[in-house]
């Protein structure tokens, strides 16, 4: 792929949204189902926002879910009636998704195709890849929306790597991956300190 490539595309499939509201089957269909780990890549964006439009991380996060479960079995995707016919506020959707755009600008300038490309150049290592985009999706659906970073974290580790597999760099293949493990501490301290917490007004009542 061609540097900006990327983001010069999914500029284009922004401005091309309907003007009132657009649905996750309308931006599937505009990207096609061949481009499976650009449709994930283009999902994070609205979540690369401290706090994200409420709501919505279930639906984009179970189909980022079933983009990897797909690319995992080799199957074409297929989307539940209910996530296809989602619709959001085409405005919003497009604010915060150019707001996303900026942060996918400044990764892909300095994505270095074939970078440690033994980390890119086996079918298991793909496998492995395909695996951590699973996890990742599985990670943003966690209902902690509300909870600033929570959907951050686990997007942009799915960003990562998508855009590792996109662009065959193995090293933001390592920070996606390291980025979910970053993500299940972070969640796993929020657990943590909400069960201290209860624990705690229960004792003293």
Same mark, same amino acid.
Request: charge should be positive; glycine fraction near 10%; aromatic fraction near 8%.
């Given at each position: 792929m061609?540097?900006?490539?990327?983001?010069?595309?999914?500029?284009?499939?922004?401005?091309?949204?309907p003007p009132e509201k657009v649905t996750l089957g309308e931006i599937r269909d505009h990207i096609g189902q061949e481009g499976l780990l650009l449709f994930a890549a283009f999902l994070t964006l609205i979540f690369l926002v #401290?706090?994200?439009?409420?709501?919505? =991380?279930?639906?984009?996060?179970?189909?980022? !879910? &079933?983009?990897?479960?797909?690319?995992v079995l080799n199957r074409t995707l297929w989307l539940p009636q209910r996530f296809q016919e989602r619709a959001i506020p085409t405005e919003k959707l497009r604010l915060s998704m150019n707001k996303g755009l900026v942060w996918l600008h400044r990764l892909e300038r300095i994505s270095r195709p074939h970078r440690l490309s033994s980390l890119t150049g086996n079918r298991f290592l793909h496998l492995c890849h395909d695996l951590g985009i699973v996890?990742?999706?599985?990670?943003?659906?966690? #209902?902690?929306?509300?909870?600033?970073? =929570?959907?951050?974290?686990?997007?942009?580790? !799915? &960003?990562?790597?998508t855009m590792g597999l996109l662009q065959q760099d193995g090293l933001y293949l390592l920070l996606g991956h390291g980025a979910t493990v970053a993500t299940i501490i972070y969640f796993a301290s929020l657990i943590t300190g909400g069960g201290a917490t209860i624990h705690t007004i229960l004792t003293q009542m």
């Amino acid at each position: 792929m061609q540097r900006d490539s990327l983001v010069k595309k999914l500029e284009t499939l922004i401005q091309g949204f309907p003007p009132e509201k657009v649905t996750l089957g309308e931006i599937r269909d505009h990207i096609g189902q061949e481009g499976l780990l650009l449709f994930a890549a283009f999902l994070t964006l609205i979540f690369l926002v #401290p706090v994200s439009i409420p709501g919505i =991380s279930t639906v984009f996060g179970g189909a980022i !879910l &079933l983009v990897g479960i797909s690319r995992v079995l080799n199957r074409t995707l297929w989307l539940p009636q209910r996530f296809q016919e989602r619709a959001i506020p085409t405005e919003k959707l497009r604010l915060s998704m150019n707001k996303g755009l900026v942060w996918l600008h400044r990764l892909e300038r300095i994505s270095r195709p074939h970078r440690l490309s033994s980390l890119t150049g086996n079918r298991f290592l793909h496998l492995c890849h395909d695996l951590g985009i699973v996890l990742a999706a599985v990670l943003l659906m966690f #209902p902690f929306g509300f909870v600033p970073f =929570s959907n951050s974290l686990p997007s942009l580790a !799915l &960003l990562l790597l998508t855009m590792g597999l996109l662009q065959q760099d193995g090293l933001y293949l390592l920070l996606g991956h390291g980025a979910t493990v970053a993500t299940i501490i972070y969640f796993a301290s929020l657990i943590t300190g909400g069960g201290a917490t209860i624990h705690t007004i229960l004792t003293q009542m």
